[in-house]
């Protein structure tokens, strides 16, 4: 009997149990904001965008008809938002773009900024809209 309980303890020794595995776990939140600006249909469209702001470029003025999430993967982003001040981003960050507020992307730093962009919408809904 003691050599069948020595012999269970070693095999439980030996080879650890799944509980013991480590696990895979995600980081805490880069960004936890609340709104109540996502959009409620029966039907929603998720997207996932990357793009490159070259240095001292920016996008055209515009608005999202919903909410988009930025993530920067690399380099500082700027959000410049009508009258209101401009949002700055580094690698690592990400910021919460409002709706129907216009908006465009820049690049003031001497490097490429890379971004990853989320945005939930209606199937038909354009990803932004150009102002006026």
């Not at 070693?10 to 776990?25: D, G, K, M, Y």
């Not at 909410?67 to 690698?91: D, M, N, S």
Request: charged share 20%.
């Amino acid at each position: 009997m003691k050599q069948i309980c020595l012999a269970v303890a070693a095999t439980l020794i030996a080879e650890p149990s799944f509980a013991q595995q480590p696990t895979a776990r995600p980081d805490p939140p880069v960004l936890k904001e609340v709104t109540g600006e996502f959009p409620k249909a029966d039907r929603l469209e998720a997207r996932v965008l990357t793009a490159t702001v070259q240095p001292g470029t920016a996008s055209p003025w515009h608005t999202h008809p919903t909410p988009v999430v930025v993530y920067v993967v690399e380099g500082t982003f700027t959000l410049e938002l009508e009258g209101r001040e401009p949002i700055h981003r580094k690698a690592g960050e990400a910021l919460l773009e409002p709706i129907n507020v216009k908006v465009r992307a820049a690049n003031h730093s001497q490097s490429p900024a890379k971004v990853v962009i989320f945005q939930v919408s209606e199937p038909e809904k354009p990803f932004m809209e150009a102002s006026k």
